[in-house]
Every structure is written in C-alpha cells, then in structure tokens.
C-alpha cells in the first residue's frame, strides 16, 4: 500500500483545463511573481533605510557636542593669551603661570578625548579648506603661499573643520 502511495507521487499527473482557466492561473502567476519582486526590492530599501538612519544616528552622536567645544576654544584662546602675556612681561607670578599652564594642560586633554585636535598650519602650504588668510608679508625665504604665523590656531573634531587656522601667508617679493 505505502508502496502504492510512492510510485503515485512519483508519477506526473496531467490536467485538463479549458483555456479562460489556463491563462487566468498565468495571469496570476504573474501577479503572484510581480508582487514577490515588489516585497522584495521593499524589503531591501527598508534595510538600507535602517542602515542609513543608523549611520545618521551615529553621525548626530559623534558631532552632538561640536557647539560646547567651539564654545571652549574661546577660553583655550583667553587662556594662551594670558600665558603668552605673563612670559613676555615677565612679572614674578611663577604660581599663577603654573596654575593657567594646568589649565591649559587638562583643556587640551578634554578635548583631544571630544575628538578635537590643532590644524597644523605654520610652515605649511596655504590651503583654504583648513586656513583662513587674514594676512599676506613679503618673503624671499620662503615658497609664496607657504604659512608665515599663525594667528589663531583652527582646529578640527573628527577630521572635519570645526574652525579654521587664521593665519599670515607669505607673498613674492613684488620688483
């Protein structure tokens, strides 16, 4: 009897379908196909869209605080002031010298941690993606364009520009 049942799964059957039958089961084939094709490409554009708003969310967490460490460079910048001041004055305030140098010292740190790091510019070729001239002297030492002094340092978090170098920029001699 099993044996029976095996050889009959086995067999094809033929089956007769009057021809409006026969095309209406192509039609919907067809359809049956059209709509797995569609749930398909839906279910690849959903994941890609949750790829890209993971990828969005990430980008959003690694630049959240870009406002809170522009805002710090100002005080970065009062800071080195106060020390380029207190060395060129020379007055006795070895303490106080300390005390801003420590400062200074923990606020790099913080910020290296944040992802934010000096754009090197003295010496270096003019380039106004990280550069902002404000500035150009007459130089016959050095290649035109090449960075003079910085006036005030640029710094980038995460490799993109947060502020730019302000910069002097040296210049052909004009005769």
Do not use: C
């Amino acid at each position: 009897m099993e044996e029976q049942k095996n050889n009959q799964k086995k067999e094809e059957k033929t089956v007769t379908l009057k021809e409006p039958e026969y095309l209406a089961l192509l039609e919907e084939a067809k359809k049956g196909k059209e709509s797995w094709d569609k749930m398909l490409r839906n279910q690849a554009d959903l994941e890609n869209t949750r790829k890209r708003l993971e990828r969005e969310k990430q980008e959003f967490i690694k630049f959240a605080n870009e406002g809170l460490v522009l805002d710090l460079l100002n005080v970065l910048d009062d800071l080195e002031r106060t020390v380029d001041l207190a060395e060129t004055t020379k007055q006795d305030l070895p303490a106080f010298l300390k005390g801003i140098e420590m400062i200074l010292a923990h606020l790099y740190e913080m910020l290296k941690e944040h992802g934010v790091k000096p754009i090197e510019a003295e010496g270096k070729k003019f380039d106004p993606n990280y550069h902002e001239a404000l500035m150009q002297v007459e130089n016959k030492e050095l290649p035109e364009h090449t960075i003079v002094e910085v006036l005030q340092k640029g710094y980038l978090i995460y490799e993109r520009v947060l502020r730019t170098a302000k910069v002097k920029v040296s210049k052909k001699t004009g005769g």
